[in-house]
């Protein structure tokens, strides 16, 4: 059984920052590309941001120049920096991960439960 823990989510006004943390846990091979992605209320969930195993980072639009997305392979763990967050950041945040479970289980996609982050205007 994996499973994929976020923390970091907080309170915090116009401009702050915050960063996440994504710890993955269980039996794990190989670990590939990893995100984070945001449902904010009424709304679809979207992708914020990517990282590919070889570092290869992607972003929204929306959070370009403010987030960055990192990894730390030794630790299994997913980050996400954000900085300049805006009342429209506010949102569950979902860390994701594709991954191995062993050298032929194949690719599976595991999600996190979700950190509130919420921005005050």
């Known amino acids: 059984q994996v499973q994929l823990v976020e923390s970091g989510g907080d309170l915090v006004q116009t401009g702050g920052s915050l960063r996440l943390s994504c710890v993955l846990s269980?039996?794990?091979?190989?670990?590939?590309?990893m995100g984070w992605y945001r449902q904010a209320p009424g709304k679809q969930r979207e992708l914020v941001a990517t990282?590919?195993?070889?570092?290869?980072?992607d972003y929204a639009d929306s959070v370009k120049g403010r987030f960055a997305i990192s990894r730390d392979t030794a630790k299994n763990s997913l980050y996400l920096q954000m900085n300049s967050l805006k009342p429209e950041d506010t949102a569950v945040y979902y860390c994701?991960?594709?991954?191995?479970?062993?050298?032929?289980?194949?690719?599976?996609?595991?999600w996190g439960q979700g950190t509130q982050v919420t921005v005050s205007s």
């Open positions: 994701t991960s594709d991954l191995w479970y062993s050298p032929l289980s194949g690719r599976t996609t595991y």
């Open positions: 269980g039996r794990i091979f190989k670990i590939t590309d």
């Open positions: 990282i590919s195993s070889g570092g290869s980072t």
